[in-house]
């Protein structure tokens, strides 16, 4: 392909750097990319183009996707696969434009080519002889027949022209050697000249016809073998990237364990690995240095005469204060015993064990290797990596340690609040520490409901609201005075070594008493060891929880795991702030364990300079005392998935709930029960007929706009619902829920409108569709 002798012209070809996904070691890589006839070919270098071409795919049989702003994808249907990055977004439209129609110009040439051939697909002429071997795959050989074929008909139809043109010149000759006047025979010396030139023409045609045969028989061994090379080459790539792999694992293991050994060693000066050949342009959000992992303030503990200080002290602290640091310090932090009523007690005994999880191997590489750079959420994937609840019962996991809510509710203090609240927020990681399995992706319409009003004071709903980005809006109302609500959807980037799982959307908790109103979003989920090693969960990023009524703030930071770092694994730290700024409290913990709390007594400016030379803030503090604790996972747990007593409880079997409820979902219900492969054919089942129901409303709502466009009686602005002018390709409206403007953040999102619990007193379902 590199030895082309005529360069196409200017018109149609397209040249550029593009930054090609090479693989999971080295990430994105600069290559010079050529277009032209058809055939996109890259170089690593302008100065390759004469001698070594890296790769050609053919677009007349590629398609062309875009994945976001900068990223596109070509693709052949399997064998080759070019995962491309554009230096900005303006460079990739223009790439974008350029292959469409160059693709549309390779489709419709081969379309000509096909409909000459079938012309003479029928000539019973003997097939040219095979120069090029018999080790060619039976497809050159058809190309070499039909090749020959032709090339015999033009023979043939060469030697008829001869025949006839000789003929037409002895007859020109005889008339010449007639006496004519001087016009006539000048007119047949002009005719026997073209005559000859048409002779001359025609042999001059054959030839070519002949030499190209003889070119493409005696180049085609060489194209099969070149063919043949890249095969193996590409096998022999994938058996590298395994054991490279493997080998990387091995020297993680050996690093951590000397590490280990030199812990007492000072490592202030260790350096951390560098963005180089072993990681892509993502990595630094998996590894970092001592250094970079140092804590933002620092904490000591405060004076001894801090201790014996009355609320009315010299120490500057008001009274509000100092009551917040007693009711945290003397009241348990766990649920009162004396239960404010009767009801609580639990009346319905629930499960307490699932069926086993069945040992069935599947090579995880042998599917992601396909997904990288790819939104997961767009790509069905087996129920062998899921695990038997779906994303809305995940949701409601949430809700596994709600007694920090309850406590928060009591609160007088907004300081002492925010503790719980943020307690409670990094609370909802715990479950995921072990938990490796995938939810599954919830169909559009699917609800859970978790009704656990007399055994914790609770009801809440969650609802699939959106399929294309998926999201799901979830309502919690307690009878011990505070409510829960959020619209959460979920990015997910397989990135060769690790899968990066982002919730997009934004949490509420809001309490009657105090009319509190606190917000908060989630941080990146990563796992780890996807092609090679054991699967492991780490949280990292930070967010602010926010008391939108009296401003103030809980600043948290979830570290990353880093084999440089001495500090404590999956740490998370955090300071409770007033409006003003003023440090009251500092938490910290781990996101899998406990959080503790610690009052501030006096603040300063000191300690040890920062990463940027700046001096970090030197807390005084009381004594930690414990904020929440993990609760123990259930006997057995790691044959189940690893599950909480809570999540165990989730896909039991209720009456009364909805025809939509997850507990009702076959392929689900299937995988519980250890029946994967009737699970993945219904599970099949079930995306297909909601890709039917898709399909049906994407109709109707074109059929809408048809009509309404139709109508040129109706003034554009006499609309009473402005939704129907701009009507979207699928009119899905969401059950229980309503889209709205929130209040708080200005964002659109899907607030509970109430209905279902009274619908459900009712056993009245209708409205809700046949999901299932």
Not at 571 to 588: E, N, Q, R
Not at 598 to 613: D, F, H, L, P
Not at 657 to 676: F, H, K, N, Y
Request: negative net charge.
């Amino acid at each position: 392909m590199s030895e082309a002798k005529n360069p196409a012209p200017a018109g149609d070809t397209y040249k550029g750097w593009v930054f090609k996904w090479t693989n999971y070691i080295k990430g994105y890589q600069r290559r010079w990319f050529v277009l032209s006839n058809g055939l996109l070919s890259y170089y690593r270098t302008q100065a390759e183009m004469g001698h070594t071409c890296r790769g050609t795919i053919n677009l007349a049989t590629a398609t062309i996707t875009v994945d976001d702003a900068c990223n596109f994808v070509i693709s052949n249907g399997g064998a080759q696969t070019y995962h491309l990055k554009a230096s900005c977004e303006v460079e990739r439209q223009k790439w974008i434009t350029a292959l469409e129609l160059a693709k549309a110009k390779a489709v419709r040439m081969q379309a000509e080519s096909d409909d000459s051939g079938d012309d003479f697909s029928s000539s019973p002429l003997p097939a040219a002889p095979c120069q090029g071997g018999c080790s060619q795959n039976p497809e050159v050989h058809s190309t070499l027949r039909t090749l020959g074929s032709k090339v015999e008909d033009l023979s043939t139809c060469n030697d008829l022209i001869s025949k006839h043109g000789s003929a037409l010149q002895r007859s020109l000759s005889e008339l010449d050697s007639l006496r004519l006047n001087t016009e006539a025979g000048e007119k047949i010396r002009q005719v026997t000249e073209r005559a000859t030139l048409f002779r001359i023409t025609s042999n001059a045609m054959i030839n070519a016809c002949r030499d190209f045969l003889a070119l493409a028989q005696a180049h085609s061994k060489r194209w099969q073998k070149a063919l043949q090379a890249e095969r193996e080459q590409r096998v022999r790539l994938e058996e590298a990237l395994e054991q490279l792999a493997k080998q990387h694992n091995h020297l993680e293991r050996a690093f951590r364990g000397a590490a280990q050994a030199n812990a007492s060693v000072d490592s202030k000066g260790a350096v951390g690995p560098g963005k180089g050949e072993g990681s892509d342009e993502e990595d630094e959000n998996e590894f970092f240095d001592a250094m970079e992992e140092a804590p933002e303030f620092i904490t000591v503990p405060a004076d001894p005469q801090f201790h014996k200080r009355s609320s009315s002290n010299a120490s500057g602290l008001n009274s509000e204060m100092c009551a917040d640091d007693q009711s945290l310090n003397e009241e348990p932090l766990a649920m009162n015993q004396e239960s404010p009523s009767q009801d609580l007690v639990p009346l319905k005994k629930r499960r307490v064990r699932i069926p086993d999880k069945p040992n069935y191997s599947l090579n995880l590489w042998s599917i992601m290797k396909n997904c990288i750079g790819k939104d997961l959420s767009k790509i069905p994937m087996p129920v062998n990596f899921n695990e038997p609840i779906s994303m809305l019962q995940r949701l409601s996991e949430d809700l596994e340690y709600h007694e920090l809510l309850d406590k928060a509710a009591k609160c007088h203090s907004s300081l002492e609040q925010m503790c719980y609240v943020t307690a409670f927020c990094v609370s909802a990681y715990s479950t995921t520490v072990y938990r490796t399995g995938k939810p599954f992706n919830p169909l559009l319409g699917e609800t859970f409901e978790l009704d656990r009003r007399r055994e914790s004071g609770y009801r809440s709903l969650c609802e699939q609201v959106s399929h294309h980005p998926p999201a799901a809006a979830h309502h919690v109302i307690s009878e011990r005075g505070w409510t829960l609500r959020q619209e959460i959807t979920v990015a997910s980037k397989f990135r060769g070594k690790y899968l990066s799982i982002m919730p997009l959307g934004t949490i509420h908790a809001s309490f009657a008493k105090s009319n509190n109103h606190y917000t908060w979003k989630k941080v990146t989920t990563t796992v780890h060891n996807i092609i090679v090693g054991k699967l492991w969960i780490d949280q990292s990023g930070e967010i602010d929880v926010v008391n939108h009524t009296t401003g103030d703030r809980c600043h948290l930071k979830f570290a990353p795991y880093s084999y440089f770092s001495r500090d404590v694994a999956r740490k998370v730290t955090g300071v409770v702030m007033d409006k003003d700024g003023k440090a009251h409290y500092v938490l910290s913990g781990t996101w899998d364990e406990k959080m503790e709390f610690s009052r501030v007594m006096q603040s300063s400016r000191g300690g040890e300079n920062g990463t940027e030379g700046k001096q970090k803030t030197v807390y005084q503090t009381l004594k930690a005392r414990e904020l929440w604790k993990r609760n123990p996972l259930p006997d057995g747990a790691e044959n189940m998935y690893f599950f909480t007593a809570l999540a165990l409880t989730l896909n039991e079997l209720e009456e009364g709930v909805a025809p939509t409820d997850s507990r009702r979902r076959p392929d689900q219900r299937l995988m519980e029960d250890g029946r994967w492969d009737e699970a993945n054919g219904e599970k099949q089942r079930l995306e297909e007929k909601q890709r039917s129901a898709r399909r049906e409303r994407e109709r109707e709502a074109a059929s809408q706009r048809a009509s309404s466009q139709s109508d040129d009686a109706v003034d554009e602005d006499s609309f009473a619902d402005h939704s129907l002018k701009s009507a979207p390709h699928d009119n899905y409206r969401a059950r229980w829920f309503e889209l709205c403007q929130d209040q708080f953040t200005g964002e659109q999102v899907h607030i509970y409108k109430g209905g279902y619990w009274e619908a459900k007193e009712l056993g009245s379902w209708e409205g809700c569709q046949d999901i299932y």
